[in-house]
């Protein structure tokens, strides 16, 4: 039997050459933007907490800036990883990835719109804003990594 007729014989599975991870219901994202404010605390309907926060992401030329607005969900236990991100000064460049669903709904005026719900899996902070009271680290402590 030839092997283009064993090729045939074999049952059909969906084949993803670029990826040797297994299939996920939702997509993933990479954001890189600024911080609108910092992460405000909340909780869900079923009482789990977790932060909440926009990133404001700027692009196309100088002259013809457009901004995209992401609203971003951040499971984070409490404890110090939650206070660090709660601890983030508006204006900070982040480097958020996370995975995006939609969601459909009317607004007020029964119009149909889409939101794109992003839960952060990792944040990298890129550059804090200059803070002209920040004080410089005593000699021998060590200044805090980012």
């Known amino acids: 039997m030839s092997a283009f007729l064993r090729s045939l014989a074999r049952p059909a599975t969906a084949a993803r050459?670029?990826?040797?991870t297994a299939q996920r219901p939702v997509a993933r994202i990479t954001i890189v933007g600024?911080?609108?404010?910092?992460?405000e605390l909340r909780v869900s309907s079923t009482g789990r907490e977790y932060l909440r926060y926009s990133l404001a992401s700027n692009s196309g030329p100088a002259n013809n800036r457009r901004t995209s607005w992401f609203t971003v969900r951040c499971?984070?236990?409490?404890?110090?990883?939650?206070?660090?991100f709660q601890s983030l000064p508006k204006g900070a460049l982040l480097m958020?990835?996370?995975?995006?669903?939609?969601?459909?709904?009317?607004?007020?005026d029964g119009k149909p719109r889409q939101a794109y719900n992003i839960t952060q899996r990792s944040l990298d902070v890129i550059r804090r804003p200059f803070n002209p009271n920040r004080q410089a680290p005593e000699e021998g402590e060590q200044q805090p990594q980012e």
């Open 17 to 20: 050459a670029f990826s040797t």
């Open 34 to 39: 600024n911080l609108a404010d910092s992460p």
């Open 75 to 84: 499971f984070a236990a409490d404890g110090p990883q939650r206070e660090f």
């Open 96 to 108: 958020v990835e996370g995975e995006v669903t939609v969601s459909n709904y009317n607004d007020e």
